[in-house]
């Protein structure tokens, strides 16, 4: 009878363990396996696959750049300019302008580039970007003086290159003037010798692992673009509010999975594909606020090998040390060109740094793994 109760016991385990972590969403469940050869996570090519070594993170514009550790990163974003509906650029006053030019100096110093991102969620005017996004690049006056805005505001500035976060075109219509918008763009950046990059929804249900289809992407723009930050996190919207679909590793297998076979059925390099991480921690009561990752590990260090932490008696979801290099495996061994954080001032110093979790596995491990 103890045998029976104890094998009945483990199988209840293994259920809750799958339900919380999302795992039993993935195609692949063979844990031992999946961790043995972390090719097999997903196989849609024949040939071997070998991943870049792009490591981009996004800051926002009120951190004090002089106290951020840049150092693992090849690509900083510099987060938000907004656009306006008649196309002009708004930043956030003068110390948004400030902390640019100081991190954009400190960057260039170790020869990392910096880009800045227009769009986001939030619109500094009020409400949510998108309506003002949607209307500048709907037109074409307001479309050309937003692309001539962010020209000399590149120029003016040094930056590397612009990255667009239009969240998120709703239909065909937004997805062909995001593409014109695109298309435009990318011929006056790369004429500067400049680049340019998008942020993009995950376009995977984190609970279903069905495609969304209320996000429309025209494919073609992506031929028109250097990288593609996949926003591989925020799960917890995609059915009733869950915290625990923030960014679990099965709802990430599924979105390389999609990213990788739609770009490999249009003929482009999924070198240009970067996989988004978060470094905050999502609280199961919606009304909470997300914490910042280096704010669970200044409750209790050992939580960075965690992905779930109680703190004042609420319990939060992240990504903690060994989730990370997961992900940063699935995506060397499936030939993406990197790794994009959000962002980086949400990191914990010293051996607790996810960032320099990424850069390790980088750095030590990525013939291994590749080789495997």
Do not use: C
Request: charged residues 25%.
């Amino acid at each position: 009878m103890k045998n029976k109760h104890l094998t009945f016991s483990i199988s209840i385990l293994i259920f809750v363990v799958g339900v919380f972590s999302g795992i039993f969403y993935s195609s692949f469940t063979n844990e031992s396996e999946i961790e043995s050869n972390p090719s097999n996570r997903i196989m849609t090519k024949e040939e071997p696959v070998k991943g870049g070594t792009k490591l981009i993170g996004y800051v926002q514009d009120f951190r004090d750049p002089t106290g951020l550790n840049i150092k693992e990163l090849t690509h900083i974003i510099f987060s938000f300019a907004h656009p306006t509906s008649n196309g002009e650029l708004l930043m956030n006053g003068e110390a948004a302008y400030t902390n640019l030019q100081t991190i954009t100096k400190k960057a260039h110093k170790q020869n990392t580039k910096v880009f800045l991102a227009v769009g986001g969620w939030y619109h500094i005017e009020g409400g949510t970007s998108y309506d003002y996004f949607k209307e500048a690049i709907s037109k074409d006056h307001s479309k050309s003086k937003l692309i001539n805005e962010l020209m000399k505001i590149t120029q003016k500035h040094n930056l590397d290159g612009i990255d667009i976060d239009f969240e998120h075109p709703r239909s065909s219509e937004d997805a062909a003037h995001l593409l014109s918008f695109i298309k435009d763009l990318s011929n006056q950046l790369h004429g500067e010798d400049k680049e340019l990059s998008i942020a993009v929804y995950s376009k995977v249900n984190s609970v279903t692992g069905e495609e969304v289809k209320s996000i429309v992407y025209d494919s073609e723009m992506f031929k028109f673009v250097d990288h593609v930050n996949i926003m591989a996190y925020d799960g917890h919207w995609d059915d009733e509010y869950d915290a625990a679909f923030l960014s679990p590793f099965s709802f990430t297998h599924d979105i390389v999975s999609y990213w990788t076979n739609m770009f490999d059925e249009l003929g482009i390099s999924r070198n240009k594909l970067v996989l988004g991480v978060p470094f905050y921690a999502q609280p199961e009561e919606e009304t909470e606020t997300q914490l910042a990752y280096n704010e669970i590990i200044a409750h209790d260090v050992t939580n960075s090998d965690q992905d779930r932490a109680i703190i004042n008696e609420m319990i939060y979801h992240y990504n903690g040390t060994k989730t990370i290099k997961r992900k940063t495996k699935l995506a060397i061994v499936n030939g993406l060109g990197g790794m994009m954080i959000w962002e980086i001032g949400h990191d914990a110093p010293g051996d607790q740094s996810l960032m320099n979790v990424i850069a390790e596995i980088y750095d030590s491990e990525y013939k291994d793994i590749v080789d495997q």
